[in-house]
T-cell receptor, first 115, second 116 residues
Framework: GAGVSQSPSNKVTEKGKDVELRCDPI?????LYWYRQSLGQGLEFLIY????????KSGLPSDRFSAERTGGSVSTLTIQRTQQEDSAVYLC?????????????FGNGTRLTVT | AQTVTQSQPEMSVQEAETVTLSCTYD???????LFWYKQPPSRQMILVIR??????QNATENRFSVNFQKAAKSFSLKISDSQLGDAAMYFC?????????????FGQGTILTVHP
């Protein structure tokens, strides 16, 4: 079946502009995660959605970052007034709910470059 | 807060040989889950193996196995008969158990090079 889909795969934007990154999870996966990966580094947690529960936003680095998930499926990560330090690969993942041993299935990421 | 540490930024191995990647974690929880993911240059994160903390038996998946030492909070990955396709960045990850398990916490990764 189809995996996690992210778009765009690459995005170049000017400092100060807003960007939107999209994630389409695997059908039936009610848990959705956003991570950020800077060049050659580990994965930094940003936000987690689980069904109708309030999202875990504890990883968002500033109020310029926000995310929403519409209809329990597609999610959009928005970065306002982008800064050069926002340049990174943004990874989205989804998983089955109710099973803590359920692995995350990742998309191929969006590489964001802020010039 | 839980932390995951991978102390080897880079490792290398000859094709067909065995290599072990190290991972330690810090947690006060007794119920948790551990994972190893592989990230090749394509950026696609791929699950390699997982371990439930309540299981004493070490998980194995074909050429991949783990050495899970709960008391030492250690979770190393052994790759046997290494292949060129094993070259990638490997991440160790932790997730607490229970009903509010939430996110995975990842280590910084180990770059594995496989020499022919």
């Amino acid at each position: 079946g189809a995996g996690v889909s992210q778009s765009p795969s690459n995005k170049v934007t000017e400092k100060g502009k807003d960007v939107e990154l999209r994630c389409d999870p695997i059908s039936g996966h009610t848990a959705l995660y956003w991570y950020r990966q800077s060049l050659g580094q580990g994965l930094e947690f940003l936000i987690y959605f689980q069904g109708n529960s309030a999202p875990d936003k504890s990883g968002l680095p500033s109020d310029r970052f926000s995310a929403e998930r519409t209809g329990g499926s597609v999610s959009t990560l928005t970065i306002q007034r982008t800064q050069q330090e926002d340049s990174a690969v943004y990874l989205c993942a989804s998983s089955l709910a109710g099973r803590p041993n359920s692995p995350l299935h990742f998309g191929n990421g969006t590489r964001l470059t802020v010039t | 807060a839980q932390t995951v540490t991978q102390s080897q930024p880079e490792m290398s191995v000859q094709e067909a040989e065995t290599v072990t990647l190290s991972c330690t974690y810090d947690t006060s929880e007794s119920d948790y889950y551990l994972f190893w993911y592989k990230q090749p240059p394509s950026r696609q994160m791929i699950l390699v193996i997982r371990q439930e903390a309540y299981k004493q038996q070490n998980a194995t998946e074909n050429r991949f196995s783990v050495n899970f030492q709960k008391a030492a909070k250690s979770f190393s990955l052994k790759i046997s008969d290494s292949q060129l396709g094993d070259a990638a960045m490997y991440f160790c990850a932790y997730r607490k158990g229970g009903t509010s398990y939430g996110k995975l916490t990842f280590g910084q990764g180990t770059i594995l090079t496989v020499h022919p």
